[in-house]
């Protein structure tokens, strides 16, 4: 399978918390383009924090599109440095190193693994070389904060 990092990001790179910011650039074409993603994955991978969040917002959604169904039923891989509570339907911890454990599921059948969320997941994923695809969406607002391309080596996207 392919890891596919998508997120939204602000024009000075912030990835985090943009339930604080995004909402008020929504669209219909980004609403289609989400649902579309979320379709087509096979599989998400998140961090723990991601994880939670995504867990108390989604477990007791539904929507006629169907987005909340295929997110409440594709697998969910959590990365955690701890043993993370794991309530959503189909989730499984990594366990061992990223690098060895995500090598591991992008061998297993399927398209597509997504990433959301923080920049601490995607630093690591892109550190090993283990990022296929960037898709940003890219919001005109500046926070002042942002850092995710220059905590890592990589550099690449």
Known sequence: MRIVVSEFLTLDGVMEAPEKWVFQFAEKEIDTLKLDEALAADALLLGAVTYQIFAESWLSRSDPEGFADKMNSMPKYVVSAT???LVWN????VNGTIAEEVARLKHQPGQTILVAGRGVLVQALMH???????RFLVYPILLGKGSVFLKTGAGRC
């Open 83 to 85: 043993s993370a509570k």
């Open 90 to 93: 189909n989730s499984h911890q």
């Open 128 to 134: 090993h070389d283990l990022v296929d695809e960037y």
